[in-house]
């Protein structure tokens, strides 16, 4: 069955610096993967998707995502983290007909 | 813009109550789904629906039912509520379209607390 992981509960970023959240994903095939990003007492807001192509995946707000077959891994990026980004961040692999998995999140904390 | 509302972002009921948590989607998708989302726990799908009176059992189906009379609504229904459903509900939409599944629109969320 398909399983998403992210090893990361939480993540303090300083103002500025660099942003890296992990995911490891289980599918056989060629995933159809997502990031999301929820704001508190919000719904989830896709930030990005992979479905085939280019492996480097431009999203909004400045996000980025690299596809790794060979790691089985979606790793989402930001080169400079903003106070506002400060939210609950969500990784997800399709699981069969319109489903998805996701997994069970980081939190993002930024400092000043 | 697609929205997906919820009828209610807050709620208190007691135990043993019937509760309906009412989702609408207007923009004519196929598929509604409702998750819980609790700590640590992630999102975990309760209900699936892929089409009107369509509906499909998720990972955590036990203490729950769905209605989709209407392609834009679909409801979560808790027979009789426990103190263990207390949670955060989300409701989302998507199209069917292509091979995949396709991204999902979420609602703002139903916070649900028994007594």
């Known amino acids: 069955a398909q399983s998403v992981t992210q090893p990361d509960i939480h993540i303090t970023v300083s103002e500025g610096a660099s942003l890296e959240l992990r995911c490891n994903y289980s599918?056989?095939?060629?995933?159809?993967l997502f990031w999301y990003v929820q704001s508190p007492g919000q719904g989830l807001q896709l930030l990005l998707k992979y479905f085939s192509g280019d492996t480097l995946v431009q999203g909004i707000k400045g996000f980025e995502a690299e596809f790794k077959r060979s790691q089985s891994s979606f790793n989402l990026r930001k080169p400079s983290v903003h106070w506002s980004d400060a939210a609950e961040y969500f990784c997800a692999v399709g699981a069969g007909f319109q489903k998805l998995v996701f997994g069970t999140g980081t939190r993002l904390l930024v400092s000043p | 813009d697609v929205k997906v509302t919820q009828s209610s972002r807050y709620l208190v009921k007691r135990t043993g109550e019937k509760v309906f948590l009412e989702c609408v989607q207007d923009m004519d998708h196929e598929n509604m789904f409702w998750y819980r989302q609790d700590p640590g726990l992630g999102l975990r799908l309760i209900y699936f629906?892929?089409?009107?009176?369509?509906?499909e059992k998720g990972d955590i189906p036990e203490g729950y039912s769905v209605s989709r009379e209407k392609k834009e609504r679909f409801s979560l229904i808790l027979e009789s509520a426990s103190t263990n459903q207390t949670s955060m509900y989300l409701c989302a939409s998507s199209f069917s379209r292509g091979a995949g599944p396709n991204e999902q629109f979420f609602g703002p969320g139903t916070r649900l607390t028994v007594l």
């Open positions: 599918y056989g095939a060629t995933p159809y």
């Open positions: 629906s892929y089409d009107v009176k369509m509906k």
